[in-house]
């Protein structure tokens, strides 16, 4: 009667969800103020006004088949032009409008990706932790995720388990840096490892291995570099979303970048476009566009962010946690006080503290926490966390 898979994916939420939804029903009981949700990665930092002021000026000066009517598959090509100027203002690059692909966020970018590159039994390779849609989007095309294992003392990349799962079916590897959920960042050094592997297997199995780089949180980044990775591997697709950095996740405003370099770029861009237009994405919003297009590149502040994983990091600390120290994003990943991370996390409920089991994103006995939130409520969450500890 109806797809068995499809229903599933409808009726069994996430974790993430789940919890947030439970949040929402104990705050009904308790108070707002009495519930400690770190569940969801939903920017508390305010829109920028520059966004804000472009949205109004647009709105009231362009005229209304800009702002509301179609715009082209791949996006408004005066939008596109000013992407790619950003790009290269940014990165010394030198792309045009024609490697711009622009989506509706990164979830559809990414998807359209995968999409794109997928053949009958090809596999994408991605790097524990990780985001737990990955797999949804991989499977909805008929691919096969395989997962490499965990480095827990740096979350950096574990070469010799990656090595072991990289075979002639691999199609393409996805990495995201500033990573969600354990907040680190790659470095130049794992960047170039990773890259001398693909050079060296895409020539062993006659066919490029593409890199997916998944950069929502690439502004979101604390003391660090985030490595231009197009600089380091040719065959690399960079899926960019304005969700993070802008604070506007609801609105789904995003792009692709297919460098001229990728092999066979022709064919890469039209599978894109063909890949978007199977998923029935028509265009990315229109006055999110002439947005994006007005406000790329622009400077936004992230110390809310860089001080509230800094009050949160030392108070886990304090309290007996282990935790890696976030170099980027807005997620801590500490190391759950036993074994099993959903017992953890829903024993850590008994104190309305809301935390994401680890196992979801591939590494069992830690859990996330996503710190983008009001730091008074972290500060006031710190006590808490103190008595969850001591039970153990």
């Not at 409008?97 to 970018?109: D, E, Q, R």
Request: charged letters at 25%; proline letters at 7%.
């Amino acid at each position: 009667m109806v797809s068995a898979k499809m229903y599933e994916l409808g009726t069994k939420k996430s974790t993430i969800r789940t919890i947030f939804e439970f949040g929402r029903k104990r705050a009904a009981e308790v108070g707002e103020e009495n519930i400690f949700d770190f569940s969801l990665g939903n920017p508390n930092v305010p829109t920028p006004d520059f966004v804000r002021d472009a949205a109004i000026e647009i709105l009231q000066t362009y005229e209304p088949a800009q702002v509301h009517g179609y715009t082209v598959a791949p996006g408004n090509p005066k939008v596109r032009e000013a992407l790619a100027k950003s790009i290269n203002e940014r990165f010394n690059t030198n792309f045009a409008g024609k490697n711009i692909f622009v989506t509706s966020g990164a979830a559809a970018a990414i998807t359209i990706c995968f999409k794109a590159l997928a053949e009958p039994e090809d596999e994408f390779i991605t790097f524990a932790p990780y985001f737990p849609e990955y797999k949804v989007f991989v499977e909805s095309v008929g691919a096969e995720l395989k997962v490499v294992k965990p480095r827990p003392e740096d979350w950096q990349i574990d070469f010799d388990d990656f090595k072991k799962l990289l075979s002639p079916k691999t199609k393409a590897v996805i990495i995201n840096s500033p990573n969600n959920p354990s907040g680190a960042v790659y470095s130049r050094a794992t960047i170039k490892t990773l890259a001398d592997i693909l050079k060296e297997k895409s020539e062993t199995f006659g066919h490029p291995i593409f890199i997916i780089a998944d950069e929502p949180y690439r502004e979101l980044a604390y003391g660090v570099e985030v490595a231009w990775v197009p600089n380091f591997y040719r065959d690399t697709l960079v899926c960019y979303s304005y969700s993070k950095s802008f604070s506007l996740p609801g609105e789904r405003i995003g792009y692709i970048i297919v460098p001229d370099e990728v092999s066979d770029f022709e064919k890469i861009f039209g599978a894109i476009a063909g890949a978007a237009r199977v998923l029935t994405h028509v265009n990315a919003p229109s006055l999110w566009q002439l947005v994006a297009a007005k406000c790329a590149g622009k400077k936004i502040d992230i110390t809310p962010y860089e001080r509230n994983g800094k009050i949160l990091y030392d108070g886990l600390i304090a309290a007996g946690f282990e935790c890696v120290k976030p170099q980027g994003a807005f997620y801590l990943f500490p190391k759950a006080l036993e074994a099993d991370d959903y017992a953890f996390c829903e024993r850590a409920k008994k104190y309305d503290l809301l935390l994401v089991p680890g196992a979801d994103f591939g590494a069992p006995g830690y859990f996330r926490a996503a710190y983008c939130i009001k730091t008074e409520t972290i500060e006031r969450s710190l006590p808490l966390f103190k008595k969850l500890a001591t039970e153990y």
